[in-house]
């Protein structure tokens, strides 16, 4: 599992709430990233840090963000959650071979 | 678990037969494929991997073929058994948006019968 874990693994929340989801890393990759999995979607990026500070937005960012002010940790933040928000969100890393692993994942829903 | 998919399509073999999933990928300066297997409740878990110059490349059980005139790629798992039940899903990597990032297929679902 590459050292990755995601908390919280499940959370219901309402409408125009903010909700921040972690993913703790322990091996110090460089790059992190955050997915959402929908059905009938593949995997999709929503942001991803190359390092401390350093982050960028992916395919699907709008009403996201995120921080990384540690390497181990990357925060993914859902400012004020809407209901296509609701999904399941995995957070990953990219080691030196440049292979991704995931993490076990959160599903969120927002009623 | 996390749902992965209500509508992807499905492969239903036989323990014991031999199972081949494809994909095909739409950037044809992607030089990276991988094939991930995600169980129910799980996160995708790294299965195999193959660069753009080679054309197969084997691993325990399993085999991935890629043909790049066509922009085809396959899973070949050898005599499936019921722990093999997943979805499988191929990604590409490859340059979208300016940058470089990988991009996943929808998958496809492997159900195993005894």
């Known amino acids: 599992d590459a050292g990755i874990t995601q908390s919280p693994r499940h959370k219901v929340t309402e409408t125009g709430t903010p909700v921040t989801l972690r993913c703790h890393q322990t091996e110090n990759h460089r790059y992190m990233y955050w997915y959402r999995q929908d059905p009938g979607h593949g995997l999709r990026l929503i942001h991803y840090s190359y390092g401390v500070k350093d982050t960028d937005k992916g395919e699907v960012s709008d009403g996201y963000s995120v921080s990384r002010s540690k390497t181990e940790d990357f925060l993914l933040t859902l400012e004020s959650a809407t209901s296509s928000q609701t999904s399941v969100y995995f957070c990953?890393?990219?080691?030196?071979?440049?292979?991704?692993?995931f993490g076990p994942g959160t599903r969120l829903t927002v009623l | 678990g996390e749902s992965v998919g209500l509508h992807l399509p499905t492969l239903s073999v036989q323990e014991g037969d031999n199972s081949i999933i494809n994909c095909a990928y739409s950037?044809?300066?992607?030089?990276?494929f991988i094939w991930y297997k995600q169980e129910s409740g799980k996160g995708p878990q790294f299965i195999i991997d193959i660069r753009s110059n080679m054309d197969k490349r084997q691993g325990q059980r399993v085999t991935v073929l890629l043909n790049k005139t066509v922009k085809h790629l396959s899973l070949q798992i050898a005599a499936t058994q019921p722990g093999d039940s997943a979805v499988y899903f191929c990604?590409?990597?490859?340059?979208?948006?300016?940058?470089?990032?990988?991009?996943f297929g929808a998958g496809t679902r492997l159900a195993v019968h005894p």
């Open positions: 990953a890393i990219k080691d030196v071979y440049n292979e991704q692993f």
């Open positions: 990604a590409e990597n490859g340059v979208s948006g300016g940058y470089n990032k990988l991009i």
């Open positions: 950037n044809s300066a992607s030089d990276y």
